[in-house]
């Protein structure tokens, strides 16, 4: 009788199992984590806005400086619905340009940010404009990068720096440290270039933190050295990236080996290895950091 109890409930054990884990590891899961964290990365950038920025008439760049800008010469306690009008017709052009997904989670992420600017407390966390400028800046470089690797943006200059960054092989932080440049000038003009020059340093600290958090502009270069030569090459070519494959020889034991070499992406590196290890456990890969390439990136068609 304990016999049949147990196998009962092993069978009613694994009956949860098959339901559960497909909800917990399959692509609505996988899509609650994304919208989740396009959510909290709203809450971050509005959260350095109204606590850091805004108290000292500070900005940030992008589409929030430019609402900012407008809050600071007439109120700022619209900027909030500034930074909704100004993203619409960007949001539009992405839709065109970018893809439904990426455009659905900014749009997600815009809403978000605009519903935490007007209920987030207007709060002087420091005196300092310069603490203020860092801390503001990393916190909302933490809500932009972490956006953009959960496959949407912030809205606004996000959305341009990545249409920039899917035709040109330049760093998302710098696009939006030029985009945001152009903000910070109207910022020195109309109201003082002692502001202007608080939220350079905003700028400046919050683009590296996004290249720090969004790293699919860091290039990897791979050498896979393997037995499984056809099923290797049958797996990588799927990939996006060219695939240079040499003769080798082993040093010590004199067998003949291949060599693959391709170049990726520190963002796409976890894909790679998966694949490498799926397809040739026994495979040896070195990875080393490219300084730079010269030629085509990713293959074409």
């Not at 949860?16 to 971050?44: D, T």
């Not at 000292?56 to 992008?62: A, C, E, I, T």
């Not at 900027?79 to 455009?103: D, H, M, Q, R, T």
Request: aromatic share 10%; charged share 15%.
């Amino acid at each position: 009788m304990q016999i049949q109890t147990s196998e009962e409930e092993g069978i009613y054990v694994m009956q949860v199992r098959n339901v559960v884990m497909p909800l917990v590891s399959g692509p609505v899961a996988k899509q609650v984590k994304e919208v989740a964290i396009i959510i909290f990365s709203a809450f971050l950038v509005a959260s350095g806005l109204r606590l850091f920025l805004i108290p000292h008439q500070l900005l940030s760049g992008g589409v929030a400086g430019a609402a900012s800008v407008i809050g600071y010469l007439t109120n700022p306690k619209y900027i909030s619905l500034y930074y909704f009008a100004i993203n619409l017709p960007i949001l539009i052009w992405g839709f065109v340009a970018v893809g439904k997904k990426y455009i659905f989670y900014s749009l997600l992420s815009v809403v978000a940010t605009t519903w935490f600017l007007t209920v987030i407390p207007l709060i002087k966390l420091t005196k300092d404009p310069i603490l203020a400028s860092i801390f503001g800046g990393v916190i909302i470089a933490g809500g932009v990068g972490f956006s953009l690797r959960a496959g949407g943006s912030s809205g606004g200059f996000d959305i341009l720096g990545s249409i920039i960054t899917r035709k040109r092989d330049i760093p998302m932080g710098t696009v939006l440290f030029v985009l945001d440049g152009l903000v910070i000038l109207s910022l020195g003009f109309f109201k003082s270039w002692d502001s202007a020059l608080y939220a350079m340093l905003c700028i400046f600290v919050k683009s590296r933190v996004v290249d720090m958090i969004h790293i699919r502009h860091i290039k990897l270069t791979c050498f896979i050295i393997t037995k499984e030569r056809e099923k290797m090459l049958n797996r990588l070519t799927c990939l996006p990236h060219g695939i240079t494959v040499v003769n080798a020889e082993g040093g010590y034991s004199h067998e003949g080996n291949t060599m693959l070499m391709t170049v990726t992406t520190r963002y796409e590196l976890a894909e790679l290895r998966k694949t490498i290890l799926e397809t040739d456990p026994k495979s040896f890969v070195n990875v080393l950091e490219t300084v730079e390439i010269v030629g085509r990136f990713r293959r074409l068609g």
